[in-house]
């Protein structure tokens, strides 16, 4: 639909009907709207019918201040108005293929200038079309359980809603300001009371700050390409890389209850976090059982200890025969039967104190080598 409007600043004038008809021949709008025509009634009428419109909705001139005209010539074209005032039209258009339009032909911002009486009737109630066409439902149903304004009810002032005195303190102002943030509480409050390595919380706790340096994020920064790297398709955004991506989405399938799998993969961010942090979501520990009895194989140990001897620090490996020091090769067998995690021995256990009183005594215990 072409809809032409002009503030025509004057619609009397022989000029204007002239160049109105030639930009009608130009442009040939569905519906022309023209504002401050600055002329009403008889005179309004003849200089509409001049410039050759068969439909016209007028909201007349006061004087020679303002005037809202909508003209169109199509007999198919179906207005109804829903509300005027001297500053806007309000309308709903139908055409011949019954599609509907809304639409609101105004002068100078009117909806800012707009008063709260202006939504109100003439018998006092509040105009909830009109509303309805400005406003979302759920704004409406909280205008609609204020009164309307009277001028029996006294002059508007202003108020802060927050204390109950209306009147303005910081006190009331920090609460609102807090409960604003009580979301983003819940979350901190269930990531710190999570039982579990401290660096994983950080983890979490930059990932719900959005302080992750994903592709997408790094793009924003410096413009470098924002796709996953492993499936180049698809921006690596903080969902993506954590759930999404095809490598993190193979390991949650394996965890996660095939009952929750379509509300795991659905949740935005911030609750997914908070339902992972709050639901007993997981199948079954079965895979990282299976790691932590692989982690004590000594195998794996063996593995550990030359990564530990690889890091930045000067170690020195002396060999030393079991029986050159019974009492860490004791401890040594121990461990092997200990859950793994770091041990503190308070009091020395009974087979190790035997191995050092024996030391104190003077025990040797000598070692057959047999050299072939
Ligand atoms: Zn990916």
Sequence with gaps: MKIMMWNIRGAASKSTIRTLKELQNQKKPDLTILVETKCSGNKGREVIKAMGFNHAIVEEAVGFV????????????????????????????????????????????????????????????WNLEFLRELIPEDKILKITACHPPKESLGEDKIMWSPSEDRNFTVASAYKTLSQANENQDQTWNLIWKWKGPQRIKC?????????????????????????CHRCPNNPETLLHTLRDCTEASRI?????????????????????????????????????????????????????????????????????????????????KESLQACLGFHFIDTMPTGLRNIIDDDARGVSLPRFIIDF
């Excluded at 039209?89 to 911002?109: C, D, F, G, P, Y």
Aim: some cysteine; overall charge positive; hydrophobic content about 40%.
């Design 203 to 227: 983890f979490m706790w930059l990932a719900t700050q959005n302080k992750l340096m994903t592709s997408e994020r790094r793009q924003k920064i410096f413009g470098a390409n924002p796709n």
């Design 252 to 332: 949650w399938r394996q965890l996660v209850k095939p009952s929750h799998i379509t509300t795991f993969y659905r949740a935005p961010f911030e609750t997914w976090i908070r339902w992972n942090l709050t639901v007993e979501i997981g199948a079954n520990a079965q895979p990282w059982l299976k790691r932590e009895e692989r982690d004590n194989h000594p195998e794996t140990i063996i593995r550990s200890i030359s990564q530990l001897i690889q890091r930045d620090w000067n170690v020195k490996l002396c060999h030393t025969y079991r029986e050159g020091n019974k009492s860490a090769d004791w401890l040594a």
């Design 66 to 125: 303002g005037g809202i005209w909508i003209l169109w010539k199509n007999d198919d074209l179906k207005i109804k108005v829903m509300s005027t005032h001297k500053q806007f039209v309000h309308m709903k258009i139908e055409n011949n293929q019954r599609r509907t339009w809304s639409l609101m032909a105004e002068i100078n911002a009117s909806l800012l200038n707009m008063k709260v009486a202006d939504a109100v009737l003439e018998n006092g109630e």
